[in-house]
């Protein structure tokens, strides 16, 4: 009994100036104190819901953004053509499908393209840095070298123009070549070695970007893009044509030095890493290959094939 009363002594017993008010403040009850009116009192909601920063129906107060001024916007239906030589190559081989060409920086810098502008009467715009820019809308990973050509759409053709080939002599098939760069690397190669034709898959397969042409540094410009549904149907639609096909495989009997090219002829690229796929194997008239290669390095890269095998076919032509 004695111990039980001295606890509830300690537990009775209150320090001076403390009372008995609960330790966070507020009345005995343990309710909080009440703020005083007139310092920093409660903002009132607005009507219906509305923040106090919002105006009339839930509009924001703060000024909008300015839209961009006239002549900083790309009309719609045109695309950005950039980096000095695909622009000159639009001005070689369809100045008429530039819409604007605009350039940032000293005119010295692009003597050679606004000399081919004027020769085709293609108007050249200087504007500042800032209004370039925002004209251009370009990421941080887009060279632009400070000019710019909006042109109509470059003419992709499908399916249904493959008859266009019907006099064409060297044809390159991309089977699910995937990867920009090395699309941009065939482009450049096809024009180079003066191929007809490039054929794409439209599905699983890189995709005709600004960026794309860029890389391509102006060879997108001259030779004739197809993309194709079924890569399998094509190729028998240019056997019809009286091509021969060949797919560049490494389990190809015959080297690319080895084989006797014929005047019309389609050479058929696998994907990075895959290779042809066994339905466009299956398809070929004959698999050659590149000499070389050894364990763990049995290919090369997509578009250094690519290169390799043009080559061997024009200069077997030359």
Not at 117 to 135: G, N
């Amino acid at each position: 009994m004695a111990n039980f009363s001295k606890r509830q002594g300690r537990a009775g017993r209150q320090k001076p100036g403390h009372g008995g008010a609960p330790r966070h403040g507020g009345d005995a009850d343990g309710r909080p104190p009440q703020r005083p009116l007139g310092k920093n009192p409660v903002k009132k909601p607005g009507p219906a819901g509305q923040s106090p920063r919002q105006g009339p129906a839930g509009k924001d107060p703060r000024p909008a953004r300015r839209p961009p001024a006239p002549g900083r916007q790309i009309e719609p239906g045109l695309e950005r053509v950039f980096g000095k030589h695909p622009v000159e190559a639009v001005l070689l081989k369809r100045p008429k499908a530039i819409r604007r060409l605009v350039i940032a920086g000293r005119e010295s810098y692009y003597e050679e393209i606004i000399k081919d502008a004027r020769e085709r009467y293609v108007a050249v715009e200087t504007l500042t840095w800032e209004d370039f820019l925002a004209l251009g809308q370009f990421d941080e990973s887009e060279k632009h070298q400070g000019i710019l050509a909006l042109t109509t759409p470059l003419v992709i053709f499908g399916d249904h123009d493959l008859e266009r080939l019907s006099e064409a002599s060297c044809v390159l098939a991309l089977d699910q070549v995937s990867n920009p760069q090395n699309l941009a690397a065939i482009l450049r190669s096809a024009s180079f070695f003066h191929a007809d034709a490039v054929i794409l898959m439209k599905h699983r397969a890189a995709e005709m970007t600004a960026e794309v042409q860029r890389l391509a540094v102006g060879g997108a410009e001259f030779v004739d893009i197809y993309r194709i549904t079924n890569l399998a149907n094509t190729i028998d639609e240019l056997k019809s044509m009286d091509f021969r096909v060949f797919g560049l495989d490494e389990r190809g009997e015959r080297t690319l030095a080895q084989t006797d090219f014929s005047k019309k002829t389609v050479l058929v690229i696998g994907a990075e890493g895959e290779g042809l796929r066994q339905k466009t194997r299956d398809r070929c008239d004959e698999l050659v290959r590149i000499p070389g290669g050894r364990k763990a390095v049995e290919s090369l890269n997509a578009s250094v094939a690519t290169t390799i095998g043009l080559y061997e076919i024009f200069r077997l032509r030359d």
